[in-house]
């Protein structure tokens, strides 16, 4: 038989050959190097046969960034941790310990509850392992044969899972370790070449909170230590960034126990919100947009109607008023509808985009609130375009040119995602064809790159979801723009068009920043907290220099206020150095020491980077003119 290889030769091997076969045939040192089959794009063990015809490619060490090739290296590790853990603790019970983005996990079931610093003494006896040297035998196996044999060990989880399983069941050995698994695995651990353990957290056995809780043991692991050192410092530059503990710390927002998910902002965070919704104004009324303001209560009647309910119900804050059932909005969409509704529209006034950055309540569960990044109070920059067929081309690419201007002030590049008809879609291939060929003209002309997520539309229409990268490289979803007929005719909207004769409609729902909260979340992460000079909640900090300066320092922030710079004085009773130091930790981006040596001719300025020069007033402001 014959199996074609990367650069299109055909390979010749007995019936039978295994991938690793196929490796050896190739060459002695590849087949050493081998980690990992990949057959028509898929993964599959090398102690698996291939396949007469197929494309293959065999994956080895010198893979170490291949997503592949690292989930092999760390799902192997995930067995050598259940080995070491069940030597270390007689009686554990081992529950499933699979591979996930960047790292791996296993969850077992403690005779007496571990804590973090047991991690160490595990994390020794894998590298005991790791010295000793492993390698993997695969074999397949009856249910009967794999129920007996954990059976016999007192694994009650694999023998559920036994029970459980889908088509063959296969067994993995290294050490004196068996695991039930369907593989691929490496052929040895020799290129586990740098190992760490992570972190410990609870885990319901299958998910299920009824179930036992189980402990999960986190870990990673690289092809090499240089790998895992950047792996360590990019985990560290994130925590370093955690809005949720730079938010507090910078005197952003806080979060209260008695409103779980609705952030209580501080003024200096409402100075960044204020920036934002300054700049969600201007643009809005450069780009034809009107400011509106609706309910953000509704009869539930009016949820029917857009299709929220029952849908989203889960989703919304029922309430009772005067014993009718009602709701809080989680979307603009049904206000603006009434909005656009009040009166007959004519087609000279289409497009229509009404604008509204209103909070709006989803009740999302406890366990999935996340800072500002999943919030239950969100208020988004929401606007609906209403607009004929012939103006959707034009108005979608204005939001995405809009878009893209928003994001680029911040410093972050935009990418795109474009869903386009899934299975359960309503209407035509040929409209299908046309919005979805408007959106993807949108992106083109816009030269944003974009990905097609088939198949991931809403069933009434396609959708771009935005993406910003952040500068860590993160990828984090911002806006949606999504194309819309549904709505409209659902409540029953149309314009009167030349002819006088009512036409349908559609709608553009769009997000940029997506929500103000979420937004912010990621400015704190993106900047690390030293927000650039414009949004800095306080720009400038003075430090007079003893009790005699107090009233010069005053003089100066007020013609800096009026300026129109957000300026503080410091004059707590601390050192002029503890004052300086507590800036740089605010991450305040001009500090001013006035003591004797310093006039208006010559002001003592200290950057957030610590450089120092001295300026006169008038230079000085004309700078920060520059900055602002
Ligand atoms: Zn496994
Ligand atoms: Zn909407």
Redesign the pocket.
Known sequence: MKVVLPDSSELELPEGATGLDAARAIGPKLAEQAVLLRANGNVRDLRLPVVDGEQIQILTTRDAKDPDALFVLR?SA??LLAEAVRRLYPGVKVAI??PIEHGFYYDFEFPEPIREDALEQIEAEIRKELAEGRSWQREESSAEEAKRLFGEQGERYKVELVDTAQGEISL?TQGDFT?L???P?LQDSKPIKALKLTGLAGAYWRGDERNTQLTRIYGTAFYSQDDLDAYLERLEDARRRDHRRLGPQLDLFHFSERSPGSPLWHAKGMVIWYELEKIRQRENAKRGYLEVKTPIIYDAETFWTSGHFPKYEDLMFSLDVDGRPWAMKSMNCPGHMLLFGSRLRSYKELPLRFAEPSPLHRDEITGTLHGLLRVRLVTQDDAHIFCNEGQIQDEIAGVVDYARYLYELFGMSASAELATRPANKIGTDEQWDMTEGVLETALRLNEIPYTLAAGEGAFYGPKIDLFMDDALGRKWQMGTIQLDSQMPSRFGLTYVGADNTEHPLYVIHRALYGSFERFIGILVEHYAGAFPFWLAPVQIRLIPVGEGHRSSTHALRDHLTAAGFRTEVDERDETVGKRIRDSELEKIPKVVVYGDRESADSLAVRDRGGQQYSASLADFVQELEQLQ
């Open positions: 799902h995930a067995h310990g699979p993995y695991d698994c369907r593989g695995h």
